[in-house]
């Protein structure tokens, strides 16, 4: 009894030594040290509640709003909407990556990090970003003929990429659409008295939640001449998206299908690099919410009804503040006949460049009359439910902001619009959020909890 008196006390006088904690609570040490990162040509804006819907009506155009006070979290946005430049280094990563796998697949050495196993459909080929993709040798061009318009399509001889060839392939999980699942079965199940004892197999299976989407990147440029009969703007579909002309100009003819899938892509980019230098992930880019959106646009002024405050559309000067249609057709006399230049116009109060005008944007809400009534204030988002999925009405989405080709009604702020998801306009873009982690910027700091003694 004394032997095993002394072997325990041994025991505890070893363990305490090893530990640094001395049999406190002082949670997993050693962990990340985070630090905010500001992201370029990104703002930062302060979480605060508002009342959504707040401003002057038109009888006309305008449907009665009872305005609500609506709940944001800390948010980054775009501090202007996405310009051809940085939509087009989405497609050129979309086109690099086809052309890396096609070369991998067709056996040239170094394209593939792991050329034997070309991938499960979760689990696609590793590439080899490093490795020079030589386009003009001859064993490299046979290999991506089928990246190009075929001889059939082609005109003067050029040879050039097959904009329907440039899919986007991407994962995700519907966390919306599992929980709704695992509360009806849980409720199910209860009623039973057997609680979980009989649940389906996709709850307990993670992949069966994954969603894959294949979507093509490359922008309506034909938006210019469809969206208007009888306006010569072949000119637009030939040149906005391609010249460099255009390049700070905001891209248009974007789905909201599109805009989404940029996000993903910007989200998969950033948080790459991060892990490459052993930093933790940052939260996702998306579409913003409608509250969002509408949260920034207003700049923290209460109740005003465009970005700049105030009920007018000019300056003391007389000049025009955004670009959009005045005086019944006179498009030029702010400045612009179509798209302008982004941050053209001086910025709201929040830094944020064209949230009146120019082009609407892409919310990731779909559209409701009752959204104001059925949102829950807390962080509000309208998004389908899993069993109307095909409901027409849940493929209508919110666009907000107004554009170059709208009456000054659609450019206040609190003026809601819509369009289908799947189509793409000459004047809707879009710009991205990334939700804050943390509550506001300096709450993250070192502390004792995550600071190894």
């Known amino acids: 009894m004394k032997k095993v008196f002394l072997m325990l006390a041994t025991v505890l006088v070893l363990w305490s030594c090893g530990s640094s904690d001395k049999g406190e609570l002082v949670g997993v040490q050693g962990r990340p040290y985070f630090e905010d990162i500001d992201l370029k040509g990104m703002v930062f804006i302060d979480q605060g509640n508002f009342h959504m819907g707040a401003g002057t009506q038109n009888a006309t155009y305008g449907q009665p709003v009872q305005p609500r006070t609506m709940q944001v979290g800390s948010y980054f946005m775009d501090e202007t909407e996405i310009t051809n430049n940085e939509y087009r280094q989405f497609v050129n990563f979309v086109i690099d990556s086809i052309a890396r796998r096609m070369l991998g697949e067709a056996g040239i050495d170094g394209y593939l990090i792991e050329e034997d196993e070309y991938g499960e459909p979760l689990d696609p080929p590793v590439l080899n970003k490093k490795e020079k993709i030589r386009w003009t040798e001859q064993e490299s061009r046979e290999a991506l003929e089928d990246l190009y318009l075929p001889e059939r399509d082609r005109f003067y001889k050029r040879r050039q990429i097959d904009p329907a060839k440039l899919n986007y392939e991407y994962y995700w999980i519907d966390y919306r659409e599992s929980a709704q699942k695992e509360q009806a079965t849980t409720v199910r199940e209860e009623h039973k008295g057997t609680m ?65 899938a940029f996000c993903v892509w910007r989200s998969n980019y950033l948080n790459q690099y991060l892990e490459s230098i052993d930093y933790v992930q940052m939260n996702d880019f ?83 009359k009752s959204t104001y009534v059925v949102a829950n204030a807390l962080q509000p988002v309208y998004e389908y439910n899993a069993k109307d999925e095909d409901a027409p009405a849940m493929k209508l989405k919110v666009i907000r902001g107004g554009s170059w080709k709208d009456q000054k009604y659609f450019i206040q702020v609190q003026t809601r619009a819509y369009e289908y998801q799947d189509t793409a306009k000459s004047y809707i873009g879009f710009r991205c959020v990334q939700p804050y982690l943390g509550r506001v910027k300096g709450d993250n700091l070192k502390t004792a909890s995550n600071v190894a003694k």
């Open 196 to 260: 979980f004892a009989n649940r389906p197999k996709g709850l307990n299976n993670r992949s069966a939640m994954i969603k894959k989407e294949v979507v093509n990147v490359y922008p309506d440029t034909l938006c210019w001449v469809h969206d208007y009969t009888y306006s010569m703007n072949e000119d637009f579909s030939r040149m906005y998206f391609t010249s460099p002309a255009y390049d700070n100009y905001p891209v248009v003819g974007i789905s909201w299908v599109q805009a989404k």
């Open 286 to 368: 998306r579409l913003p919410t409608e509250a969002e959106w509408e949260f920034a646009a207003r700049g923290g002024m209460q109740g005003e009804s465009y970005p700049w405050g105030g009920p007018y559309v000019r300056n003391p000067n007389g000049c025009f503040l955004a670009n959009y249609e005045p005086l019944r057709g006179a498009y030029d006399d702010d400045g612009g006949v179509k798209t302008l230049m982004v941050g053209h116009y001086a910025p709201n109060d929040y830094g944020l460049y064209d949230m009146a005008g120019n082009v609407a944007e892409w919310c990731i809400d779909a559209y409701s």
